[in-house]
Every structure is written in C-alpha cells, then in structure tokens.
C-alpha cells in the first residue's frame, strides 16, 4: 500500500471543550502531547465546533470551558514555547476547508464512520440527526489536513476519523493533483535541487519505484522536507513524482495511537464524567483525600481481618499508575494475608495522587491570576496556526479552480 504521507513531522490533536478536564485525561491525553511537544512541531487546539456539533442546544457549555481547559492544558505542561495553542473557530480556514472537501466527499464515507450511529445511540437525549453531526468527521479531516499533519495523536474511538482523513486526502490528491505537463514540471523540479540531490533523489525514487524499497522512499521524502530552495508547488510534484501520480497538495496523516488510558475512576470503570467517578485537575486536597479514602475496595474484605485480593480492586489499578514494583508486592502480599489494612493501602496512592495534583494546581493558579497571559497565549498560537493554514488553503483554492485573476 503506498501512502503519500510525507515525512513530515508536525502533530495535529484537538479537544472539545465540554468539561473540567480530570486524571484521565491527564494520564490518557496530556502527558503524551507533553512528550510530543519535545520531538514534533505540535498544534494543540479547542475543538469548540465539534463540541458544537453535540452541544447546539448549550451554547454557554463552550463560553464555560473554553479558557478553563486551555489553563488545564499549561498546568499540566503543555508549553506555548514548544506547541501551538489556539481555538479552532479562531482560524476560520477550517471551516473553509471543509466545505471545499465536502464537495468530494461521499455521503457515504461519512454515513459509514462507526461513531457516527455509535454516539446517536449512545447520547439519545440529543438529537444527533443533523447535518453537523454527519459531517463532524470531515471536520476533523480539514483540521488535521490543513496543517498538512504527518502524525495524530487519538484513542482507540478516533482511529476511524483519521482513516476517513487518508481517504479524503487521497481522493483530493487524486482529483486535482493531476495536472498537464506534470512530468516535465516534476523532472524541472528536480534540477533544481542542484546536481547532488537530484541525483540523490532520481536514486532513491527508482528504488523505491524498480524495487519497493520502503525506506528509500522515506530518506528521499525526508530529504524533500530539508529542502529550502524550492517551492511549495515544486515540492507537491516531488512528492508525487516519487509514486509516479500526481501532485500531493494534501498528504495522508498517519494515527498515533495512544494507548488506551490505564488511569481507571474511583470505582475502577474507566474515569469519564458521565460516570461521576472522576478527580479533576484543580480539585481542592480536602475533597481528593476525601474521595480517594472513600473509594470502594474488594467487596470480600468486609473486616480488616478478612483477606483481599487486588485484581478485584480498583485502588489496585492506582498502584499500577503510580506506584513501584516494592510497593506493589508490598500490596499484594499485605492484601491476601491481610496483613495491611484498606486504608493502608490507599496511603502511598493519596499522597502520589496529591503530590502529582500539587503541581499542576499551582501552576493553574498562576495561570487563574493572569487571564490575559492566557489570552495572549492562544492569540499568538491562532496567528501561527492561520499563517499556515492561509498557505495550504491558496493552494487547495488554485486546485478547485477558486484562484480568479
Ligand atoms: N474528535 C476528537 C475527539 O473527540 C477531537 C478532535 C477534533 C481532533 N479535531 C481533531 C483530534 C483533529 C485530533 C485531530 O477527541
Ligand atoms: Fe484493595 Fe489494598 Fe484493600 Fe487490597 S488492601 S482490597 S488492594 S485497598
């Protein structure tokens, strides 16, 4: 299978701001973008359309969380230094896109995305029989393609969307990537380069093409990349010319997987609002003690004198985020002899939990205090984004026959 993802190493993810952001989205979102915002260009942004999507009926839902989230996010370590932060409805080039891929987009395709009857089903008090919803995959798509995305990060429930979005992108690239003259545009292209990487490149691109030579393919997209001295159009050609088709003016982003969230609630489901067994990122230490003491345990340890057994208890699961492996045996072995007690056991954990919270608590009260510099976080982020996203749109208009002169 080819795939015309380019070696590009930027990193689109959002998130809807429907709600105070708690441990599971700590452990299941936010320390992975922390770690990503390391090695990737990242943009992180609010998806407040698709809350939209959902939410229609409680506009104020967005106007609530909005800021709280993104505070969350930089109390958590998500530095405006390393990622860009913005609001989706800010860089209205989204919107644009979508429209223009809705043009191509099978009803199908969107009818076919398995969230789209899974959530209808599952949030029946909404009715989610708009045209919005249907399409709330497809925005997903221009947000990802319109940063020209190589990697995104999502669950297990989002694998579905970004394949939508390689599908999309295909097509796109298919449709208007085709243009007359291509080859000796694309072979133009390549003497540009100068002598040493044109070389470089017509041998990798044989390689790749006589012998399906995978990792030629990436060194010679790799070294595209790195190239400064030609142009966005000129780099599309070369992309395209290494497979032989076409322009890729969209490339297909790759799903990075995150592993399923190991963080389980209070009662050991997993930790999700809707079933009120959550700690939020700012909960107060007296109410984190308090729901963390009060947290049920095996059922068969009625007395402190009757042996437990951890597999059947969720304050286990918390020892296996945070606890080491001397602490785990400890637990295992006091559990079944009964040699500990619950709340004994629940010790290292209150404190692991409250020390993890300390932090991100007060640097979110820096952040509660100084509103403006959150403001100005996210306009610079909005303007990074949109200057980026105002290039590829040029081009996808030229594509579409949009560019009047
Ligand atoms: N649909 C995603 C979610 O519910 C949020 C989202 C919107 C997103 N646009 C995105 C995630 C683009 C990754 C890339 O979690
Ligand atoms: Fe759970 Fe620990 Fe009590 Fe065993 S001792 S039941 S693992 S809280």
């Known amino acids: 299978m080819s795939t015309a993802a380019t070696a590009n190493n930027r990193v689109v993810s959002g998130m809807r701001p429907t709600g105070r952001l708690h441990l599971g989205h700590y452990h299941g979102v936010l320390k992975n973008w922390v770690k990503l915002q390391e090695s990737y260009e990242c943009f992180f942004f609010v998806a407040d359309w698709h809350a939209l999507t959902t939410h229609y009926e409680e506009p104020q839902v967005m106007a609530e969380n909005v800021w709280d989230m993104v505070i969350d996010w930089l ?14 409805s800010r860089v209205p080039e989204h919107a644009e896109l979508f429209t223009l891929l809705g043009m191509i987009t099978p009803l199908g395709w969107l009818e076919r995305v398995p969230t789209y009857k899974d959530q209808q089903e599952k949030l029946r008090e909404r009715d989610l029989a708009t045209y919005g919803f249907l399409g709330y995959p497809l925005l997903q798509s221009a947000d ?102 076409g322009k890729i003016i969209l490339p297909e982003p790759q799903a990075l997987l995150t592993e399923a969230a190991k963080m389980p609630g209070l009662d050991g489901q997993k930790m999700s609002k809707s079933y009120g067994n959550t700690i939020s990122l700012r909960e107060e230490p007296e109410e984190v003690e308090k729901k963390l003491r009060t ?30 492996e001397k602490t785990r045996e ?31 608590r007060e640097r979110a009260r820096e952040y509660e205090e100084d509103p403006s510099a959150v403001r100005s976080i996210i306009n610079e982020g909005c303007e990074r984004a949109r200057e980026i996203a105002r290039e590829t749109m040029e081009e996808v208009r030229e594509a579409m026959g949009l560019e009047y002169k």
């Open 144 to 245: 990802i393609l319109i940063y020209r995305a190589g990697l995104v990060p999502v669950g297990e429930d989002q694998v579905a969307h970004v394949e939508l979005t390689r599908e999309v992108a295909r097509r796109f690239n298919h449709l208007y990537g085709r243009e007359p003259g291509f080859e000796e545009k694309a072979e133009a292209a390549i003497t540009k380069m100068g002598k040493k990487n044109a070389k470089l490149y017509r041998d990798l691109r044989r390689r790749y093409q006589e012998q399906g030579d995978a990792q030629a393919l990436e060194v010679a997209r790799a070294m595209l990349e790195s190239q400064q001295n030609i142009s966005l159009g000129d780099r599309e050609r070369l992309f395209g010319y290494l497979e032989g088709s």
């Open 295 to 324: 947290m049920p345990t095996d059922p068969a340890r009625v007395r402190r004198t009757d042996p437990g057994d951890p597999e059947k208890c969720p304050v286990w699961q918390f020892h296996l985020v945070y606890s080491d």
């Open 330 to 360: 400890w637990v295992q072995e006091g559990c079944r002899s009964a040699g500990i007690g619950c709340i004994e056991c629940k010790q290292p954990i209150i404190e692991a939990v409250q020390a993890e919270l300390r932090q991100i």
């Open 75 to 88: 109390a958590a370590g998500v530095s405006p230094g390393a990622a860009r932060l913005f609001i989706q």
